[in-house]
């Protein structure tokens, strides 16, 4: 039984409403209704409509709900990982948690002071240099000039950004003000941080020492930390338990393994699927079906042997090799990048020929046993045609990769793939 003198974070029957297609909460009738029914002592009218948060399908209903019925608790020093794919709620929940934007109906309850890192530069004036933002945001989380005076040196060496600390901030790269940003929130020594995927934005280096910074804050400091990442190794090592979102509700709670799996689980797609929902672009040139080819026609790829991906184009503007540019991010369960391949790579023999399939062919595939999920990304004439997050999955069984008879792990760490790119017509 937790004690309820632990509990420093407790999210009751949260669910956020939003009207499609308008600015603010609907109509002057639609209010006035609401007003009505609340003078009345009656529950708001519009609770009762809204489809789920599903950004895939369309719309019949003027209403969404963004989240459903969210209930968790968050210990004091725990950290917390909310994950799931785009759309699915987890940033509307930490606006909430953050009170940035309030919920429709249910309760948030804390105990002490919320610093929260939701976007690039939130808070931040791009006319004031970076030392008078840090006295900004100090001030907005609630700090003296006295407090926040006694931390700037290690703010700013943290930050990493001593020689631009006094220049406009408008001058700043999206990297150096995340940098700044995080730095500002980890320092003033909130009770509860809460910081979504913005340290994606910063360099290998500064992942590696916002993820310490955080472990020190959650463990050495017993404060307690609400991340949202799609980085899995991250969320593995950083979080003490995790919340999965899917269409605005809650579908997982509890142990991170468990929770990850539970995720990558879920993000698995049939590679032969026709329609993708979680894409964008203009969709004059946009992948119809995939099919993987290992060593045998239609088996699963095999470490060490041949391994093809062909690409079913639905081609309306009859765009020719030379316009078209396809890349492909292939990684692995922890949503770590192993690989990045690109036609740009590639030299087409003829590059006037109009585009209907494209295979991706490696003669000897070097990934480990195990799933592998591809995004797949199309420009025509250096306009976005096709973008999929995560289109596909696939599976490697472990294979003879040196043959010698022995199955042995290949190192892969940004593997590098010869591949060849050829057009089928």
Not at 101 to 126: D, M, W
Request: glycine fraction near 8%; charge should be neutral.
């Amino acid at each position: 039984m937790v004690d309820s003198k632990d509990i420093i974070l407790k999210a009751e029957n949260i669910s956020k409403q939003y009207r499609l297609g308008m600015v603010g909460t609907g109509t002057i009738s639609h209010d006035l209704n609401r007003w009505w029914n609340r003078v009345r002592g009656k529950e708001d009218p519009y609770l009762q409509v809204g489809e789920a948060n599903d950004r895939s399908t369309k719309s019949d209903s003027d209403y969404v709900w963004a989240l459903q019925d969210i209930n968790f608790e968050v210990k004091k020093g725990e950290v917390l990982g909310i994950i799931g794919k785009n759309g699915a709620g987890k940033s509307t929940l930490l606006k909430i948690l953050s009170k940035v934007t309030g919920p429709t109906t249910g309760e948030i309850k804390t105990r002490g002071r919320i610093a929260s890192l939701l976007e690039v530069g939130t808070g931040f004036h791009g006319e004031m240099t970076g030392r008078e933002n840090i006295f900004l945001n100090g001030a907005i989380l609630g700090m003296t000039k006295k407090e926040i005076t006694a931390k700037i040196d290690e703010i700013i060496e943290f930050s990493g950004c001593q020689r631009y600390i006094d220049t406009p901030v408008k001058r700043y790269s999206s990297g150096m003000t995340v940098r700044l940003a995080f730095a500002v929130a980890a320092f003033l020594e909130p009770e509860i941080l809460v910081i979504d995927e913005v340290l994606a934005v910063g360099d290998a280096e500064f992942q590696k020492k916002a993820i310490g910074k955080m472990q020190d804050i959650s463990r050495g400091d017993g404060r307690t930390v609400l991340f949202v990442s799609h980085n899995m190794a991250a969320v593995k090592s950083l979080c003490t338990r995790a919340l999965v979102l899917k269409n605005g509700k809650t579908t997982f709670e509890g142990d991170v393994e468990e929770a990850v799996m539970f995720y990558l689980e879920g993000s698995e797609v049939d590679s032969k699927v026709n329609t993708f929902h979680d894409r964008k672009g203009s969709g004059k040139l946009k992948i119809k079906e995939i099919e993987i080819q290992g060593k045998n026609k239609n088996k699963t790829p095999q470490t060490g042997f041949p391994f093809a991906i062909t690409f079913s184009l639905d081609n309306n503007i009859q765009a020719k090799l030379n316009d078209v540019q396809m890349d492909l991010r292939i990684d692995d369960n922890l949503g770590q990048r192993i690989a990045w391949l690109s036609t740009s790579l590639v030299n087409f023999s003829e590059e006037n020929e109009i585009v209907n399939k494209l295979v991706f062919k490696i003669d000897k595939l070097n990934l480990n046993k195990g799933i592998y999920y591809v995004t797949t990304y199309i420009m025509v004439k250096n306009e976005e045609s096709d973008w999929i997050q995560n289109a596909f999955s696939f599976e490697v069984e472990e294979g003879d990769y040196y043959g010698n008879g022995a199955s042995v792990s290949v190192s892969q760490s940004k593997a590098l793939f010869n591949f060849k790119v050829s057009n089928v017509l």
